[in-house]
Each structure stands twice: as C-alpha cells, then as structure tokens.
C-alpha cells in the first residue's frame, strides 16, 4: 500500500488544529454510496483498529473535530478499499459535487475568477489549521494555482485536496481539469503548491 497506516499514527493523533464534521461524513457518504453497507462496516472496523478515536454516526455536519479524525478516515477507506493515490484523488474530485457550499458558490458568482478566490473562505470554513492563496488564475489562458501553507498534516490529504480542488475549479470554468502537486511539505518544500490546468473555452469572461 503507498499510505502506511502503522507508520507514525501517534503524530497523527497529535497533528494541530480542528476541521469540520462535514467533511468527514462527506468520506462515510461516499463509501456507502459507492461500496455499500459492507463496506462501511468495514471502514469502521478499520477506524477502531487504528484507534481513530470516532465514529461516524457519533458525529455532526457542523461541530470541529481533530485533523486527525480527517486523517484516520481517509486512512481507513484506503486500507479497506486497497486504494492508491489515484483513487484517493478521485474521492477528493468527489466531494465538492455533493457540498452545498461548494454548488452555492460556482453557482451563484458572476465571475469565474473571484469564485475560484474565494477558495480562501471555503478552506476557512472547513479547517482551523493551514492557508490557502490562489496564487495565479488565468481563465484566459486555462490556469489556477494554490498554495496551501501551514497544513503539514499527511501525504494522504495530499493527495485528496490535489482533486478536491480540481474538482471546484472544473465546476467553476465547465470544462475538464488535470491536476499536479508541483510542491509538497513531505517532498521538502515549504507549502503545498496545486497546479491546475483546463482548455479555455474561446469567448469565455
């Protein structure tokens, strides 16, 4: 498996800062909704195994909860499901089609550009720790970058956010995106650094 889940679980357990429980019944909707029932049971047993310290149902969309919750769940879902990093990815691109927020956003503003900025807010709302910036977004030219600082918290995310913000900005420019992870804390460097790309559609504001 590329995620080690008996690798370094006590600094999982004491990563920094809180995030909303939304995001992890986002993970506990989407098993079920792909693999059913079963498997879910099994994620849970998964969780508890790891000594993730929760459990879905005990949960609310709107209370924070540890990052490491956030961690434990994604790590759980990969060893249950044998996921690699895409698959991991391809969750990640999941998640912003069932947000509200998310839909409320690439919906409602008149400009691509400022919505894509408002990636700041949306981060803000869901996690305590870690700052995005949208460094560069060029409709125009079919280009978006993020920074994402302060968030050294697992390779997993890594891998989660990369298509959880392709996702949004497919949504927001109606056309298909590809995804790189250009920078990476774990890899050395210090912010993570999401490069996004799409064909711009001709006459598009």
Known sequence: MVYENEKNLERVKNIKGEVRGVTLKTDEYYVLKKEGEETLENVKKEL??????????????????????RIFSLLAISKVLQYEREDIKE?????????????????????SGETLKKVTEMWEKHYTEGKIE??????????????LH????????????????????????????????????????????????WKPSKGKN
């Not at 056309?175 to 920078?183: F, G, I, P, V």
């Open 48 to 69: 508890e195994r790891l000594g993730a310290g929760f459990c879905y149902e005990d949960l609310d969309k709107m209370n924070f909860y540890p990052i490491s919750f």
């Open 150 to 197: 302060e968030a050294n918290f697992h390779p997993i995310l890594c891998d989660y956010l990369l298509g959880y913000f392709s996702s949004i900005v497919s949504m927001v420019v109606g056309e298909k995106t590809k995804e790189e992870e250009r920078k990476c804390f774990f890899r050395g460097d210090k912010y993570h650094e999401f490069y996004i790309t």
């Open 91 to 111: 969750m990640g691109k999941a998640a912003p089609r069932v947000s509200f927020l998310i839909k409320f956003f690439t919906k409602y503003f008149l400009s």
């Open 134 to 147: 949208a460094v560069e977004v060029k409709e125009d030219e079919g280009r978006a970058i993020f920074r």
